[in-house]
């Protein structure tokens, strides 16, 4: 069974990771109530992360955190998805 973390929990993970660890954010599905479903990549040294949000009621939703050390196939596919259509 995965910890679940609250929405402020996580918002304080994304700012940590992003201007502590000099990592980048990916948002690939928005979310309802919390975030959705978010990749954070590029930090040296540091866990590739995957937030995904989890549907409890109709008014609430929490989060649910997985580490890796290398990026999942699934994730890396999506994210030069996003890429391509930028350029």
Same mark, same amino acid.
């Given at each position: #069974?995965?910890k679940e ?5 996580c918002? &304080? /993970?994304?700012d940590?990771?992003? &201007?502590?660890f000099k990592?980048?954010m990916t ?13 954070l990549h590029?930090? %040296?040294?540091?866990y590739i *992360? ?9 008014w609430?939703?929490?989060? *649910?955190i997985?580490? /890796?050390?290398? #990026?999942?196939?699934? /994730?890396?596919?999506?994210i030069?998805n %996003?890429d &391509? &259509?930028?350029?």
């Open positions: #069974m995965r973390y609250t929405k402020q929990a918002e &304080n /993970y994304i940590k990771h992003v &201007n502590e990592g980048e948002t690939l599905e928005e979310g309802c109530l919390g975030l959705g479903l978010i990749v590029g930090a %040296i040294d540091k *992360v995957i937030i995904k949000e989890k549907f409890l009621t109709s609430t939703s929490t989060h *649910v997985s580490r /890796y050390r290398k #990026m999942p196939k699934k /994730y890396q596919l999506l030069d %996003i &391509n &259509n930028i350029k």
